[in-house]
């Protein structure tokens, strides 16, 4: 799974406990409507349902449910992504600017260490600092 639609699910069910999650529904809700307009309804009725579960879930102190909703928001991207490769753009815009920003240090954290990944192939070298990846051949 790309690291980046990785890092937008977890952001999406963490962000859904904030203060800020009205604009993160807005956004998530406003990339349907350019991709899929007519699931926008239903969308919104997701991320409402997804806002209860983990709510409901950090009631309970149930961190397994809130990873499997993280999971199916994770799947539900991808798929999005797969299906409208130009939605990756808007996605990361979303990610950077309003779903990140919504969350918690501690959250920023979590969602930064799932982006800071790297793959070496074919005898390349790849220097990753923060989250800037730097390639190059020897």
């Known amino acids: 799974m790309d690291p980046m639609v990785q890092a937008a699910g977890t952001a999406v069910v963490q962000a859904m406990t904030t203060d800020g999650w009205q604009q993160v529904k807005r956004a998530v809700a406003g990339l349907w409507r350019r991709v899929r307009p007519g699931d926008v309804e239903r969308a919104g009725?997701?991320?409402?349902?997804?806002?209860?579960?983990?709510?409901?879930?950090?009631?309970?102190?149930?961190?397994e449910t809130e990873q499997?909703?993280?999971?199916?928001?994770r799947l539900k991207l991808q798929h999005l992504v797969r299906a409208?490769?130009?939605?990756?753009?808007?996605?990361?815009?979303?990610?950077?600017?309003?779903?990140t920003p919504a969350l918690p240090a501690a959250g920023?954290?979590?969602?930064?260490?799932?982006l800071m990944t790297g793959t070496s192939r074919d005898s390349s070298t790849?220097?990753?600092?923060?989250?800037?990846?730097?390639?190059?051949?020897?």
């Open 126 to 138: 790849f220097t990753q600092i923060g989250s800037q990846v730097n390639y190059g051949r020897p």
């Open 84 to 99: 409208h490769p130009a939605a990756a753009e808007e996605l990361q815009e979303i990610l950077d600017q309003v779903l």
């Open 68 to 73: 499997a909703l993280e999971g199916a928001w």
């Open 45 to 63: 009725s997701e991320l409402d349902e997804l806002r209860r579960q983990v709510l409901q879930a950090r009631t309970d102190g149930d961190p």
């Open 108 to 114: 920023q954290a979590r969602v930064g260490a799932i």
